[in-house]
């Protein structure tokens, strides 16, 4: 994968997330997925805006970039974590 030779980490690694095997770029992009969900209702609480009413908010093409701007900085956060787990064994 590209963002794993720009990082020089690994991507195709497989993980073990709660019994679901995922490679390294999987898990991040998920992670990713749910940071800018977290920072759709931080904002909207913020702007007391109704997610459950108001459907305005859902705009999938400005998801997908945030997911794709977050992506190689959780691939980085998920290898430190990795590597950290790894040397405390």
């Known amino acids: 994968m590209k963002?794993?030779?720009t990082l020089e980490i690994d991507t195709t690694q497989v993980l073990?997330?709660?019994?679901?095997?995922?490679?390294?770029?999987e898990v991040s992009r998920w992670m990713s997925l749910i940071r800018g969900i977290e920072t759709i209702d931080k904002t909207a609480q913020r702007l007391k805006i109704n997610l459950d009413k108001d459907k305005t908010w859902v705009k999938p093409l400005a998801l997908?970039?945030?997911?794709?701007e977050d992506t190689p900085a959780s691939i980085?956060?998920?290898?430190?974590?990795?590597?950290?787990?790894?040397?405390e064994k």
């Open 76 to 87: 980085t956060e998920v290898k430190v974590l990795i590597d950290k787990e790894e040397e």
């Open 16 to 25: 073990d997330i709660n019994g679901q095997d995922m490679t390294l770029y």
């Open 3 to 5: 963002i794993g030779k």
């Open 64 to 68: 997908q970039r945030y997911i794709e």
